[in-house]
C-alpha cells in the first residue's frame, strides 16, 4: 500500500517562482492536512481539509493556498515564492475529522528557495 | 491556544539503557495525546496515543508512555535502548473537539551510543 505520496520528493526554486505541491492518499481518508517543519520548531499546520470540498487555515497559512481536488488529493501552492518557505513540507491524513485517530504522513518534499 | 514542550531537543543515552522523553501540555482540559517518530528523510510514524482510559499506553517497538493531568506530562520511555531507536521524536497533542488539528513540539533528537 502507498499511504499518503507526495511529488516533488525535492525541488529548488527562486524567488518568486510559483509551485505546486501535490499529496494523494490512498486510504480512503476524509481528512488532509499539510505541515512545515523547520529546525528547532516541530512541524507547523499550514493548511486543513476535514473533508471533500471544505479547506481552513492553519498556523501558519500565509503565502499558501490548498486545493482539495478531491477525495484523495490535496494541494498546497505558493504563488510567489520567499526564502522564508524554504523548509520540509508533508501532507497527512486521517479517517476521522475528530477523534483520536492517528494521521498518516507522507515522506515531505524538500522545498529551498533561493 | 495549545502549546507542547518537549524538554531537550537532544538526548543521548547508551545502548541497553533507560530511554526517558519529556513531554509537557497546557491545556486545562486533557487533550488526545501522540507520540511520533520520524527517521532520516522520512515521514512521521505513529508510536502511539492517549485518549481515554488507561493512563499507561504501550506503543510499537517496547514504548510507552504515561498520562499524568496533575503534572500535564506524557513522558515516553523504553526500559533498554537500542541502536535502532536512534531517530526524532514527537510529541502531539489534539483538542478533542473539532478538526484534529495537531499542535507538535520542538521535537527531540535521540542518540544511541554503543
Known amino acids: 500500500n502507498a499511504g499518503v505520496t507526495q511529488t516533488p520528493k525535492f525541488q529548488v526554486l527562486k524567488t518568486g517562482q510559483s509551485m505546486t505541491l501535490q499529496c494523494a492518499q490512498d486510504m480512503n481518508h476524509n481528512s488532509m492536512y499539510w505541515y512545515r517543519q523547520d529546525p528547532g520548531m516541530g512541524l507547523r499546520l499550514i493548511y486543513y481539509?476535514?473533508?471533500?470540498?471544505?479547506?481552513d487555515k492553519g498556523e501558519v497559512p500565509n503565502g499558501y493556498n490548498v486545493s482539495r481536488l478531491n477525495k484523495r488529493e490535496f494541494s498546497l501552492r505558493l504563488e510567489s515564492a520567499a526564502p522564508s518557505q524554504t523548509s520540509v513540507y508533508f501532507c497527512a491524513s486521517t479517517w476521522a475529522v475528530v477523534g483520536n485517530q492517528p494521521q498518516h504522513f507522507g515522506d515531505g518534499t524538500r522545498l529551498s528557495i533561493l | 491556544a495549545q502549546s507542547v514542550t518537549q524538554l531537550g531537543s537532544h538526548v543521548s543515552v547508551s545502548e541497553g539503557a533507560l530511554v526517558l522523553l519529556r513531554c509537557n501540555y497546557s491545556s486545562s482540559v486533557p487533550p488526545y495525546l501522540f507520540w511520533y517518530v520520524q527517521y532520516p528523510n522520512q515521514g512521521l510514524q505513529l508510536l502511539l496515543k492517549y485518549t481515554t482510559g488507561a493512563t499507561l499506553v504501550k506503543g510499537i517497538n517496547g514504548f510507552e508512555a504515561e498520562f499524568k493531568k496533575s503534572e500535564t506530562s506524557f513522558h515516553l520511555t523504553k526500559p533498554s535502548a537500542h541502536m535502532s531507536d536512534a531517530a526524532e521524536y514527537f510529541c502531539?497533542?489534539?483538542?478533542?473537539?473539532?478538526?484534529?488539528?495537531?499542535?507538535f513540539g520542538q521535537g527531540t533528537r535521540l542518540t544511541i551510543n554503543p
Open positions: 502531539a497533542v489534539s483538542d478533542q473537539g473539532g478538526a484534529q488539528k495537531l499542535v
Open positions: 481539509s476535514a473533508s471533500e470540498g471544505t479547506t
